[in-house]
């Protein structure tokens, strides 16, 4: 341990030593060196004078002997400028005594000389010749390249030197008097400098620019393209642009090039500005004005690629000094705002080179060469690249303590989440797990220790194993925990390189709350037997399956008196009986076999794959065991019978036949109570029955023209004057497309399926008024028509409207119309009905109370409704000597009436000894099959009275020898005429 220790201790202090200790050293060393050593070139800073030459401007073509004459009438200067010529300069230089010494040496350092060549002036014998478009690392005779300039040296001096040279840019033409020894020590500091901003410079670039690379950062890479370009910008001020990496560029390409800089120079520096400092620029409000300096790069590239180099420095320098303002403005205004040290470091690097750009703008503008010599592009890329540097560093400062306190963020919410995460290799071994996902599976994990098939079904392993890299994974699985529960978990899953990263969620509750709301949507909550949906799928499935050849049956359940349970003990009570019934009804069923609740106690049984008499074996069975013992609900018991209506069903027939057939078998089933069952075989009278019907409804539905309707009519005869009047009721009739009748009961059930009793009624009524008129005068006995109308009709508006206009339309007929409505529709809403019979009596028309005590008989509103004849029930009629109660019911409504004020009227007479009995008790009209049935409108037209029609002799005779008391003379008054004061034909019902 304690050789571990000392171990430990020893490794710190060389990481110190090494981290901080070498850094401080280096640093201190290098402020001494500075400040106290010697320079290595120090020659190199002696003073070298400059010599006065003359000079002149020549055509290209001239040649020495030509040109000499005229320079050395040129005034003596110091320097010459080029003002951005390219023409050929020629230049007289007198040596002086001191250059004529072994060792002198003429020093031409002008950076934008391209070609020299220099003769004897007196001889015009060549002294040598350079060009550095073919070779700039040599010359010719006694010139040759140095530095960012030439020298010449000659043996033995002449006394004056004749030298022709060519420029591109701002050149200025100096010459000084050096010494070789002088001349190589600035050569050796020219190159020393050079290699180390090459270096430098293009180091920090490509290291920028890999770091943008792998990083996928844009304003590094746009960074590390400004680092080449400000190489590139030093190596024009110092003069060594024209090689690149120690290659010659061709004479060609310079001019071009520079101008390129110049231009890609300016757009780099505006463009990362713009981009490294987006977010400052927008919360200043100076973005706008540096997206203008952006925006005016593009015409200063133009100009950099189309104009010659004279033309094109002005545009730049312009250029160069208002951005340098714009963004110099932006760039005081950040820092003020933002204090940001990022911020800072990278606004003095930018700062430095704009500064620098300015500078020489205005130094070769206005010629300032010897101003502030020490600054220029190379120190102000030096400069600005080792700011850069330090904004580079202090930005990865920041960058690693965001990673570290979001390493730690990670960290907590891997720690904390209340998700399980966890890390795979490609073998399965668990490489990591967080405390929530050993909390999920209740067992501690250890990393390598267990697997994936330790925990879960291997098959899930096969699908993590198998995924491709890159795409998400998801599947539930299951886990059977250390007490026994099941639990439901589901995984994501992606696979990262040779690792594979997922989550765990216990999703146990999520799937039963699922599972339990899917039940729901298909199960009746309180019995959990199929709910209407479910069955109605279930009944799909065997549809489906009856088109392949496989027989389904089924079966219309209803439970008897049911609805006592529940009005009598409570919904308690009853659904505790439901709940039972569902258990004894399942029973006997098999796997294929459903059960689904459609209604309060309404079931339907589907039964796939079952033939008719299995099918019917099974209802037996249900019905046996429902009526087996009575249902016990706390200390009550309750006995609860079944009926069933059971269907085969046929090849394409819908659900919704099905189940209207099924119903209808269980309501023929209700009638028969002794076997409590109904089975209709495919193919049964009741089948087409139906089928007849739907198609019916389906017509009148769709709104189709009704066809086949046509009327009869039943006679109503007076017991009092049976040959004075000729009365009748409107009766509605149907014949199919082959003629044949369709009964009334399908017309009627149709057309309240479909919604349109209203259309049914309106056509009868309005084909009635339209008989009457045409017959009016072959009717002269007749005293009111009977007309039935439906309750569904009574409350639409729109028929009550097409009503009154139809009384409106035929004011002559309307008084012999007589409206039934039916007691019950009556009471339903006394208010509209009584509202109805005002409106109909005020065009003349009568009303009947019709099915008068079979309804919700109450003699309280007869007051209330002003209705002129009651017609009874047929029940009370039909056999009615056989009942002595129905006789005393009948007598009494015949004397309610009577003391109302009412007619009465009694249908479904169908006997002589009924008749005679209603004579008796003194009942106004009889209707019904004694008398006559239904006929056509034509035998009516050619009848006197409702007597002509009696066929039996009996009847007629009784009716005729029938005589009226004195009392009742005037029963046949028209009702609610007022009786007459002077004797007048008075026209009475009966005739």
């Not at 590390?224 to 010659?248: E, F, H, P, T, V």
């Not at 027989?551 to 409570?570: E, Q, S, T, W």
Request: glycine share 6%; charged share 20%; aromatic share 8%.
């Amino acid at each position: 341990m304690a050789s571990s220790s000392l171990t430990a201790r020893i490794e710190r202090g060389l990481q110190t030593l090494t981290a901080y200790a070498v850094p401080v050293l280096i640093g201190l060393m290098t402020l001494l060196a500075l400040w106290r050593w010697q320079d290595e070139f120090a020659a190199a800073d002696e003073f070298a004078p400059r010599l006065p030459l003359r000079a002149l401007f020549a055509e290209p073509d001239r040649d020495a002997a030509s040109v000499l004459p005229s320079l050395r009438l040129q005034p003596p200067v110091s320097s010459w400028d080029t003002k951005l010529s390219e023409q050929p300069v020629w230049v007289l230089i007198e040596v002086p005594e001191d250059v004529r010494q072994p060792g002198g040496l003429l020093d031409f350092p002008s950076r934008h000389a391209t070609t020299l060549q220099c003769w004897d002036a007196a001889t015009l014998q060549p002294l040598g010749a350079v060009d550095r478009s073919r070779n700039a690392a040599a010359g010719s005779g006694g010139l040759r390249p140095s530095r960012a300039g030439f020298v010449l040296s000659a043996d033995p001096w002449p006394s004056h030197v004749l030298c022709q040279a060519r420029f591109t840019g701002p050149a200025r033409l100096t010459v000084h008097a050096t010494s070789a020894l002088t001349v190589q020590d600035q050569e050796r500091r020219f190159h020393r400098n050079a290699g180390w901003l090459d270096g430098g410079l293009l180091l920090l670039a490509l290291f920028t620019l890999v770091a943008g690379v792998i990083n996928r950062e844009r304003n590094y890479l746009i960074f590390a393209a400004w680092l080449i370009i400000n190489q590139r910008m030093a190596a024009l001020s110092a003069g060594w642009d024209y090689q690149w990496l120690g290659y010659i560029v061709p004479d060609t390409w310079l001019t071009p090039l520079r101008k390129l800089t110049l231009a890609l120079y300016s757009t780099a520096t505006v463009v990362l500005f713009r981009y490294l400092f987006e977010a400052d620029l927008m919360r200043t409000g100076t973005l706008r004005a540096v997206r203008w300096v952006v925006l005016a790069c593009l015409p200063v590239l133009v100009a950099a690629i189309v104009l010659p180099y004279r033309q094109f420095l002005p545009v730049i320098w312009t250029a160069t000094g208002v951005g340098a303002l714009i963004l110099g403005y932006a760039l005081i205004t950040i820092l003020v705002r933002t204090r940001s040290r990022v911020a800072l470091w990278y606004a003095a690097a930018m700062g430095t080179a704009l500064l620098a750009s300015v500078y020489e703008v205005i130094a070769a503008a206005l010629g300032l060469k010897g101003l502030l010599s020490a600054v220029n592009s190379v120190t102000a890329a030096l400069a600005s690249s080792l700011l850069a540097s330090l904004a580079i560093a202090e930005q990865f400062r920041q960058e690693h303590e965001q990673r570290l306190a979001l390493q730690a963020e990670l960290q907590h919410t891997f720690d904390f989440i209340p998700i399980g995460l966890f890390t795979l290799d490609t073998q399965g071994r668990l490489l990591s797990a967080n405390p929530a996902m050993q909390s999920l599976l209740q067992r501690p994990l250890e990393p390598l220790l267990h697997s994936w098939g330790d925990l879960f079904p291997s098959v899930d392993w096969h699908q993590l194993a198998s995924e491709e890299p890159g795409r998400t994974i998801e599947f539930e699985t299951r886990m059977t925990t250390a007490d026994g529960a099941v639990r439901r978990y589901l995984v994501r899953a992606a696979r990262a390189g040779d690792k594979i990263e997922g989550t765990l969620q216990d999703i146990t509750d999520k799937v039963l709350a699922h599972e339990h709301l899917q039940f729901l949507a298909d199960h009746d909550p309180l019995t959990r037997v199929l709910n209407r949906r479910g069955i109605e799928a279930c009944l799909g499935r065997g549809l489906q399956r009856l088109r392949r050849g496989k027989p389904l049956a089924v079966a219309y359940l209803d439970l008897d008196r049911f609805k006592l349970i529940n009005d009598l003990y409570g919904h308690p009570a009853g659904d505790a009986v439901l709940q039972q019934v569902c258990e004894r009804a399942q029973a006997p069923l098999a796997p294929h076999m459903y059960l689904g609740r459609i209604g309060g106690d309404e079931f339907l049984l589907v039964m796939l794959d079952t033939p008719l008499h299995r099918a019917e074996t099974i209802c037996r069975d249900i019905l046996v065991r429902l009526a087996s013992e009575p249902y016990a609900v706390g200390d009550r018991a309750f006995q609860v019978r079944g009926s069933i209506g059971l269907i085969e069903v046929a090849p394409g027939a819908t659900a919704k036949d099905v189940v209207a057939t099924a119903d209808r078998a269980c309501r023929q089933a209700k009638r028969t109570p002794t076997t409590g069952l109904v089975v209709y075989e495919h193919g049964a009278r009741a089948f087409q029955e139906h089928e007849a019907e739907m198609q019916l409804v389906e017509r009148l539905a769709a709104g189709h023209d009704i066809e086949g309707l046509f009327l009869e009519m039943q006679p109503i005869v007076s017991l009092r004057h049976p040959r004075q009047s000729l009365n009748f009721e409107v009766l509605l009739r149907m014949r199919d497309e082959h003629g044949s009748r369709v009964p009334t009961e399908r017309v009627l059930r149709a057309a309240e399926h479909a919604g349109c009793m209203s259309t049914i009624d309106r056509w009868v009524m309005r084909s009635t008024l339209q008989w009457l008129s045409s017959h009016l005068e072959q009717l002269p006995a007749n005293q009111f028509v009977c007309l039935n109308l439906s309750g569904a009709s009574l409350n639409d508006e729109r028929f009550i409207h097409d009503a009154y206009e139809m009384l409106e339309a035929h004011r002559a007929v309307a008084p012999r119309l007589c409206l039934e409505i039916t007691e019950s529709v009556a009471l339903h809403d006394i208010g509209n009905t009584r509202r109805f019979i005002d409106r109909v009596r005020g065009y003349g028309a009568r009303v009947a109370l019709d099915d008068f005590g079979a309804g919700y008989t109450s003699f309280s509103y007869l007051k209330d409704l002003p209705a002129d004849i009651l017609k009874i029930d047929g029940s009370f009629i039909v056999n009615m000597n056989r009942h002595p109660a129905n006789v005393a019911i009948v007598e009494a409504i015949v004397s309610l009436a009577q003391n109302l004020g009412m007619k009465t009227i009694a249908e479904w007479a169908e006997d002589f000894e009924t008749v005679e009995t209603l004579a008796e008790i003194g009942v106004d009209y009889v209707q019904g099959w004694a008398l006559s049935r239904p006929v056509a409108p034509d035998r009516l037209l050619q009848a006197r009275s409702g007597a002509d029609f009696i066929a039996d002799e009996r009847l007629s005779h009784y009716l005729d020898s029938e005589l009226p008391d004195d009392e009742l003379s005037q029963v046949d008054l028209v009702l609610g005429a007022d009786q007459p004061s002077a004797p007048r034909e008075v026209r009475s019902m009966s005739g």
